[in-house]
């Protein structure tokens, strides 16, 4: 299996230099090769569950050359990737037929997930960089691939912010390398256990978190986000809030705050706060939305505020030196919760890209009565919503019962509260998006609405019956062992990270 | 001390990526911020006096085949000269990206100040 992982960056790239070469009239071979790419990389992330090792690229030796170090939270994260991505990309086989150069789109998008593939895999903080610019350039331009108005004015704002962002991370980068002399993680973590933190490692620390927080989009940090998300085609909606700012923002932020620099009080703090305003706020925000991909653009923000107060809520009772057994149940929560999260809102972009496609609209005062119309499309629509609601015994609700139970646990009364609240704001927003898309009157102009056909459908239903069975995911042991438990594993180790891969 | 200069260098860069409402200014801003890093880059290998990183036979202990300590401790590190020549390609493509997005705004709204570029609010 380790010597298969340059496949996971190999696959999507090759097919992103060939795919272009198909012009319009090799659009159904095209579309074919994609797809046979994204299953291809699903199925080698389903059989990389489980493994871990390091593969050294040139047999260059791990402290010069470049490795792919394979862990458990990897390998969550390239089946997060591939699940999302092999769905997307069915429902982009129809979905981007109204616009031209799909041959093109399917290059980007296969770039866009190769280097996110090469984000989760990378062992060095310099190749972490260069496939964060790949995944982030791609995703610059597809969310400008519409070229009207709205989308190049999205597109514009998303990239100087993530400009700025990558320009932090390379700053953090050179610092980390002009203090520690090295530029592979685990000899990084290993200087820095020996020195400690000192100005230049801080600052540099300061740039990470600054730099993947934008591209998390945490509340702060977050002005992007509502215009780039619904800017883009719904299959690239869905990537986004799905999986690239998950890996880019969430996964490179957790890797280095606790894996290289190590969990601290202080850091756990800021990673709690960051975590409830973006829940906070975005809930906030969403409610007051009537275009329906904004309102599920703000949910996103919202939801990835669960994610990181997860994490931080066990980062921070890892390093006050609480009961560790609290700490797991708060990293699994958060970790769950992201894996819920990219399939279910990745599922409410593909539903909404299904309504824009037969209304020709995102206004949803100008839509109502779809339910009789749409019949998959709302049905897989009610499943989404009550998952990311957190009504049992959909996916959302178990990654939430565990995070309240972590926080009761540890004595954090207010999260677990505020939590609970925050739930209640996604409940009354996607109550809003079933009361006026799918029921009510159905307006004069919509009595021709169709439901959409094929791979569409194919795809929906797919992350539908994800969405029923992930709860599974906790409650079946051996799943559970097998597949979060070890990511879990990674994050509570700390900065055992170096020791475990200089020894794989 | 020109550490210090390359940090106000970012800084000016930052400041005209935020505050400008031009777009190319934007641009530009982001592209000074992106050679102060470089520059801070090629800095860290940098060493007064230093030899190009090139092993030749000179540099060879004779016997052993070591590479000789006087080499260690002349050359330039090497490193930081690869990763700047990878950040300046890659700040290449995003330039290219950039500069063809404000001109395909240029020609959508006719201007490049953005207090008038504002349809997405909310």
């Known amino acids: 299996m380790i010597r298969a992982l340059p496949a996971f960056v190999v696959i999507p790239l090759v097919s992103a230099f060939v795919l272009p070469v198909f012009g319009k009239k090799g659009k159904s071979a095209a579309t074919l090769l994609a797809n046979l790419a994204t299953v291809a990389l699903l199925v080698l992330a389903i059989a990389s569950i489980g493994k871990s090792g390091v593969y050294e690229v040139g047999?260059?030796?791990?402290?010069v050359g470049i490795v792919l170090v394979l862990d458990g939270l990897s390998s969550l994260m390239l089946l997060v990737i591939s699940v999302v991505s092999f769905a997307a990309m069915l429902f982009s086989a129809r979905y981007m037929e109204q616009y031209t150069a799909k041959a093109k789109y399917l290059s980007l998008f296969m770039l866009m997930v190769g280097g996110m593939n090469g984000v989760v895999l990378s062992g060095d903080i310099f190749n972490l960089f260069v496939f964060l610019e790949i995944a982030s350039i791609a995703s610059y331009a597809l969310v400008g691939f519409g070229c009207g108005n709205e989308e190049l004015e999205a597109s514009f704002k998303y990239m100087v912010l993530g400009s700025i962002a990558s320009i932090f991370v390379l700053f953090g980068v050179a610092l980390v390398y002009g203090n520690t002399g090295s530029l592979n993680m685990a000899y990084i973590s290993k200087a820095i256990q020996g020195s400690g933190l000192n100005a230049g490692l801080g600052f540099a620390l300061a740039l990470f978190i600054v730099g993947f927080g934008l591209k998390a989009a945490l509340v702060p940090f977050h002005a992007w986000l509502p215009d780039a998300h619904p800017s883009a085609p719904a299959p690239i909606s869905a990537m986004l809030s799905g999986v690239v700012i998950k890996t880019l923002g969430v996964y490179a932020l957790?890797?280095?705050?606790?894996?290289?620099?190590?969990?601290?009080i202080p850091?756990?703090?800021?990673?709690?706060?960051?975590?409830?305003?973006s829940m906070v706020a975005g809930a906030f925000l969403a409610i007051g939305q009537w275009d329906l991909k904004r309102l599920m653009a703000y949910s996103s923000i919202s939801q990835m505020g669960y994610v990181v107060l997860g994490i931080g809520l066990g980062g921070l009772i890892i390093a006050g030196g609480g009961n560790l057994a609290w700490a797991s149940l708060a990293i699994l929560g958060g970790l769950f919760h992201l894996v819920n999260h990219a399939v279910y809102k990745s599922?409410?972009?593909?539903?909404?890209?299904?309504?824009?496609m037969s209304t020709g609209t995102r206004e949803m005062r100008q839509m109502g009565g779809l339910a009789e119309k749409m019949p998959v499309t709302r049905a897989t629509c009610i499943i989404a919503s009550a998952s990311i609601a957190g009504i049992p015994p959909f996916s959302g609700f178990w990654s939430k019962l565990i995070l309240v139970v972590a926080a009761i646990q540890a004595h954090f009364y207010w999260v677990a509260a505020i939590i609970v609240f925050?739930?209640?704001?996604?409940?009354?927003?996607?109550?809003?998006?079933q009361r006026y898309v799918f029921l009510g009157e159905l307006p004069e102009n919509l009595q021709q609405t169709k439901e959409n056909k094929n791979s569409m459908l194919v795809a929906m239903i797919f992350l539908a019956c994800l969405c029923v069975l992930m709860g599974l995911l906790v409650l079946v042991p051996s799943l559970k062992q097998s597949i979060l438990d070890p990511a879990v594993q990674v994050l509570m180790d700390g900065v055992k990270y170096s020791a475990t891969v200089m020894k794989m | 001390m020109p550490y210090a200069l390359c940090f106000l260098l970012f800084m000016i860069g930052l400041y005209c990526a935020v505050v400008k409402k031009n777009m190319v200014k934007i641009v530009i801003g982001i592209m000074v911020m992106e050679y102060a890093v470089n520059l801070f880059l090629i800095m860290l290998g940098y060493r007064t006096g230093g030899t190009a990183p090139i092993v030749d036979k000179t540099y060879l202990e004779s016997g052993t085949g070591q590479i000789a300590a006087s080499f260690i401790n002349t050359s330039v590190d090497p490193l930081p000269q690869a990763l700047v020549l990878t950040a300046i390609v890659i700040s290449l493509g995003s330039l290219a990206l950039m500069i063809s997005i404000c001109t395909r705004t240029y020609g959508k709204y006719g201007t490049f100040d953005i207090t008038e570029i504002r349809r997405l609010k909310g």
Do not use: A
């Open chain 1, 59 to 63: 047999n260059w030796p791990i402290r």
């Open chain 1, 254 to 264: 957790s890797r280095v705050v606790f894996n290289v620099f190590g969990i601290s």
């Open chain 1, 267 to 277: 850091t756990g703090w800021l990673l709690i706060v960051l975590g409830l305003l």
């Open chain 1, 347 to 356: 599922l409410l972009f593909l539903t909404s890209g299904s309504v824009e």
């Open chain 1, 422 to 433: 925050v739930s209640l704001c996604t409940l009354i927003m996607y109550l809003k998006v």
